[in-house]
């Protein structure tokens, strides 16, 4: 359906044999989080059965205020392995601090970067020199262009395996909490051969809009989406309204595999 | 597909017949200016064939700098009298002067107001005065609220017919023209019943970036899309580097309707 | 104190007598909407004490909602006539419809185009043929670039005195009305020989930011101000939270001149 | 000139016996890097024979590309150390990894935190352990809430002399590397008692503009002023086009303090 990029060749990276940006959609999702062990098993085995492949889930969380909850630590990487055991889930989670690279990365499949630390680069050389993927959220004011440049950090410590993650920017607008730039998504397949997720719940901050925007963002031709899902949003430690219930994010799942469908029938 | 919203009623707008907010996806389609009779009658009768239901195309342009083709004015509206007459198109075009609402509405089937007027309150009490449809396209950096305030003013001077058209805002990004919005376009279906359309053209202002943005304005729920198409777009007076070939889109034809096909499929 | 620039003229606008742009800070001040004589004759007679040289006042008013007050029109055109007789100050209102330009010309002595008009060029257009200077206010996310080319609309058109106001810029930043650009006052100062005036009014949208605002838009070099006062703030139709009482009027006005007798001491 | 506010207490960062927040303006000047050692002097004496107090020049650098200067490091602060003895001026110097803090801590006198570092809570924990000032550059697209909150994860770990530093925001606007937002500072001043500065070299990127933004700065209330300045930018290794040469920076010593004394007048 697209034409031939023949200079720009799609690198796929490798998670445990989960192949992304290899042409199957890839799904990382679960709660904002990890908050207590049964929690987390319950989002996990949600999300596992609706057809996600990796587990999402904050052990370490960079929050705006000092008196917000700044997550469970070391304990929560150990519930994090547990619920990887428990389901084959792979797990993305983030790391903040260089001290932490190796502490996060003897659990994780993915090492996340977040958006707050896109610029972090004493972070990026070293996530860069470790042989895990790392997923590179997008700056909240960050332009392609910088975005791109901040990855070169990794790439050039010599890891290769960068999935950059649009999860919306900071606008005038504020009806939502940020503006799900999906243009970004296109553009980018067509500037790089990094593959490309798409993380419509910070995208929006609104559950009702999780769904739309990830039939969009696919439609777009994201690689695959970072979704929040938590089994009692109404009590999540963080992000409650824009985590999806489990069959809420079920019918999200049937919803973005017609549309994948929809661009893969000649 | 979607939750029955019981607050809000759908309100369709009716153009000679074609339903826009109705179900049907309506595609507005044609050059950027009216620049002279053969390549208008040629790229009429190419986004005809192809399915669009409207024929696009200024006869008053606003343009940033006075030294910019302004548009051939009454000539301009006489051609695209002519195209509508040869194809049976409906025509949409701008009208930028309240002394010009009459003579334009004379021709069009829909008004469009522009994205630099769209807080032109005069404008719009007079457009609200007609009985015309009106296409009313976001302001640069205007919020959602300040979008649906702008259509109040057509709506309070007695003309329900309303149509929304999400073109992009203005951010801190510039590697693209602007920054769609698609958020806006699921957000709008919540908080109101006019239809809304999207028109990737100026929203990215970049022609392989039409389709597959094309392809997400669909996903994410919109009743319908206004693209620039121009039989050559090296030669067009203005908007060249956005607009699609013929061929190119009756391609992005074909991919919007297998999405829409997706999104009803039970 | 600045270095010669040898390439671009200043440019000096005449009003009655009044030089904008003459080396003399020239304010204007007054309430946002003309509401009736008395208050209108009271806030007259406190800016012109203070010092101001020119009465700012809306007869027709921008609104973003149809249902807020839109201004008394004709008569609010006629207690400005009285207000210049009564004080000898000059009148500078907005004017919005290519219909009124005529109808407003006959009072005002400089036209006000508005933030949400700055790009409707047949506007533009309108005013450029008049003999009256035109104060053209930055629209809310105008680069200088555009504002300036807006600009040459007027001066296109047969009309060399437009005076440009900063008024703020629409980003991301929420704690405040607008964000109030002063380093486009300095760069306009290196690429135009126009006047350029400043409304901390709206700039900031906060009472108590408006006198430090205006002492630092001296400070970058500006020629001017304009203030909004009124005699009860607590009680205007519009812009009550920005709106400076007499007293804290004059206390500003001994403020700003101290700055601007710093910049020119030797 | 300032109405007594009885709430916010402000608060006096002391470096040295030099008082920050206490009512003399107080700059830092100097390089962007530290390059070489006789640079560096010649820029630490031109910058104390002007009046500047601080001096500032980056040993680590957070640069956007990977393949851009990252600055001398260790060998950086070594010379820091040697301008400090050799002129008696303070030390403030960047720190971007939380395993650098006590290397950094050991020759600056003030710590900076910049923009792409404001929300790294790792980094921001870690310097609030230190009894060193630290000086908070305001993130790219931070808000002032959030920046006070970044300011609140210091003081939270018992470190209570945070400088919050203006540097520019990122907005629509490209005629500038950044648009400083000089309505922030005066906000603060009622907001937070803490010491407020601004940086015009980034601010604006343009040397032409430094000392009018300067002005204007102390006009709006700053407690100081962060100043590029190289013997040579021509050759400067970064931010060449906004760094003053030694005789500017001169002349624009002697405009901020006449501005000054403007607004003590009584």
New interface residues.
């Given amino acids: 359906?697209e034409?031939i990029k023949t200079e720009i060749v799609q690198h796929v990276v490798n998670v445990n044999g989960l192949q992304i940006g290899g042409g199957e959609l890839v799904v990382m999702a679960g709660p904002c989080a990890v908050e207590d062990e049964e929690t987390l098993l319950a989002a996990a085995g949600a999300v596992k059965e609706a057809g996600a492949q990796v587990l999402r889930g904050g052990a370490y969380k960079?929050?705006?205020?000092?008196?917000a909850f700044?997550g469970l630590g070391q304990a929560g990487l150990e519930m994090l392995a547990k619920a990887a055991k428990a389901t084959g889930l792979a797990i993305v989670t983030e790391v903040?601090?260089?001290?932490?690279v190796d502490e996060v990365a003897a659990v994780a499949d993915i090492l996340q970067v977040g958006s707050?630390?896109m610029?972090?680069?004493?972070?990026l050389?070293e996530v860069g020199k470790t042989n895990k993927p790392v997923l590179l959220k997008r700056g909240?004011?960050s332009?392609?262009?910088?975005w791109l440049?901040?990855a070169?950090?990794i790439l050039?410590a010599g890891n290769p395996d960068v999935i950059l993650c649009e999860r919306g920017?900071?606008?005038?607008?504020?009806?939502?909490r940020n503006?799900?730039?999906?243009?970004?998504?296109?553009?980018l397949k067509?500037l790089s051969g990094l593959p490309v997720v798409v993380d419509p719940s910070h995208?929006?901050g609104?559950r009702?809009?999780v769904a739309?925007?990830s039939?969009?963002?696919?439609?777009?031709?994201a690689d695959g989406l970072v979704i929040e899902v938590h089994p009692n949003p109404e009590k999540a430690s963080c992000d409650g309204p824009q985590s999806l219930t489990p069959p809420e994010f079920a019918g999200l799942m049937g919803?973005v595999r017609?549309?994948r469908?929809?661009?893969t029938?000649n």
């Fill in positions: 359906m034409a960079p929050r705006t205020s000092p008196k700044q903040m601090d260089t001290r932490n707050r630390n610029q972090n680069t004493a972070l050389k909240m004011s332009t392609v262009e910088e440049l901040a070169e950090y050039d920017i900071r606008t005038f607008e504020t009806a939502l503006t799900l730039d999906l243009s970004a998504v296109s553009l067509e995208g929006t609104k009702s809009l739309p925007m039939r969009a963002a696919v439609a777009a031709g919803q017609r549309v469908e929809a661009l029938v």
